[in-house]
């Protein structure tokens, strides 16, 4: 089976700063990757498909990159609403794992 | 709108049986495929079963293989999640997700049902 990581586990970041999360897979899994944002409480909400395809209705500062095995989502100029925690899934073989998820909270 | 409404969660015994639903609208339901993922108290997301929109293809994530029994009724525009030998680790909210095609990503969910195993 494919598996997830994430890095970091947790960040804390201001208004405006540009955060970037790392996702690595533990085999290439091409472009099958999709991150998601997840406020407490709520359903988690899709934010990029195929590792940089932005959804639709998403921001423009959200944005990802990659292939194969390592992924990046960056959030450039943090805005109130995206302090949030952030999982990678991948779709590429079953089963489809999320990522362990990473927490940006408010420095 | 597209929307997903799940229902069914409740206080299950271990051992014991529920079964969740998830009513869809608003979109062609049989051209999807659907999920179930679940997320423990305080933890990460955890996919646990994918049904393609014609039923041919169906997975499910190990810790389940054997216990849950996923399946749809297109007719119904309705999924569901047969769950059997509850144990407490499966309690956690469900969600069902639609596959929303390209590469499958999962791009409308519901809102979640809390299913408790407990005694």
């Known amino acids: 089976d494919i598996q997830m990581t994430q890095s970091p586990s947790s960040l804390s970041a201001s208004v405006g700063d540009r955060v970037t999360i790392t996702c690595r897979a533990s085999?290439?899994?091409?472009?099958?990757l999709h991150w998601y944002q997840q406020q407490p409480g709520k359903a988690p909400k899709l934010l990029l498909y195929a590792a940089s395809s932005l959804q639709s209705g998403v921001p423009s500062r959200f944005s990802g990159s990659g292939s194969g095995t390592n992924f990046t989502l960056t959030i450039s100029g943090l805005q109130p609403q995206d302090f949030a925690t952030y999982y990678c899934q991948q779709s590429y073989s079953t089963p489809f794992p999320f990522g362990p998820g990473t927490k940006v909270d408010i420095k | 709108e597209m929307l997903l409404v799940e229902s069914g969660g409740g206080l299950v015994q271990p051992g014991g049986s529920l079964r969740l639903s998830c009513a869809a609208s608003g979109f062609t339901f049989s051209s999807y495929s659907l999920n179930w993922v679940r997320q423990a108290p305080g933890k990460g997301l955890e996919w646990i079963s994918y049904i393609s929109g014609s039923t041919r293809t169906i997975y499910y994530t190990d810790s389940v293989k054997g216990r849950f029994t996923i399946s749809r009724d297109n007719a119904k525009n309705s999924l569901y999640l047969q769950m059997n030998n509850l144990r407490a680790e499966d309690t956690a909210v469900y969600y069902c997700?639609?596959?929303?095609?390209?590469?499958?990503?999962?791009?409308?969910w519901g809102q979640g049902t809390m299913v408790t195993v407990s005694s």
């Open positions: 997700a639609r596959g929303g095609g390209v590469n499958d990503a999962l791009d409308i």
């Open positions: 085999q290439s899994i091409s472009r099958f």
